[in-house]
């Protein structure tokens, strides 16, 4: 079992930056993908970018340019760093690590993002 912990949320205001972090615990194998998600009130849970065991990254069109994700795979961690956030950045985002058919999700972290 994996078990992930996301740390890092809060309210910022708009053009402001954060750091969300994930640790992950457990039966870790690699390799395997860490993510970030997030959900806006009243919306779907969306794919906000993914890296590689072995750093290749990915995002969605909506942040590219602005954030940026990384791993410490000796720490099982990987982080989500936010620049120049705007109010529609505002959800709860959930850490994630995909091995084969293997799915984890954290419990979330609350990221308002004020006008």
């Known amino acids: 079992q994996v078990q992930l912990e996301e740390s890092g949320g809060g309210l910022v205001q708009a053009g402001g930056s954060l750091r969300l972090s994930c640790a992950a615990s457990?039966?870790?194998?690699?390799?395997?993908?860490m993510g970030w998600y997030r959900q806006a009130p009243g919306k779907q849970r969306e794919w906000v970018a993914s890296i590689t065991s072995s750093g290749t990254t990915n995002y969605v069109d909506s942040v590219k340019g602005r954030f940026t994700i990384s791993r410490d795979n000796a720490k099982n961690a990987v982080y989500l760093q936010m620049n120049s956030l705007k109010p529609e950045d505002t959800a709860v985002y959930y850490c994630n690590l995909r091995r084969l058919a293997y799915v984890y999700w954290g419990q979330g972290a609350q990221v308002t993002v004020s006008s």
């Open positions: 457990g039966s870790i194998f690699s390799p395997n993908v």
